[in-house]
């Protein structure tokens, strides 16, 4: 095998490993229970859903960033750290908007 195939191989290797984590991370971390009591309910209803979306955004740009750093540092040349800096940035940023959005409140 040539560089180039493996190089694109481990492209494509990362790009599915941080696709199959940034879709199952909403399910697990939706698998919680919360009790609403009924004079609590409006209240109660909205941090709720608020504090997952805040989480789910955390979690989102956190393994964004690092599947997107992993990706960026593959994918440049010669000095490795810019590519890792800019993937891992972009890699937040589009996990956390992932995450944030998908909730179902």
Request: charged share 10%.
């Amino acid at each position: 095998m040539t560089a180039r195939m493996l190089l694109s191989r481990k492209l494509a290797l990362c790009a599915a490993a941080l696709v199959t984590a940034t879709v199952s991370l909403p399910q697990a971390a939706s698998a919680r229970h919360y009790h609403h009591y009924s004079h609590y309910r409006h209240y109660s209803s909205y941090n709720n859903c608020h504090e997952r979306r805040q989480r789910r955004g955390a979690n989102g740009a956190i393994i964004g960033a690092i599947g997107g750093g992993v990706v960026g540092n593959m994918a440049s040349g010669g000095n490795r750290l810019p590519g890792t800096m800019l993937g891992a940035g972009v890699g937040a940023l589009a996990g956390h908007a992932i995450g944030k959005n998908s909730t179902g409140c």
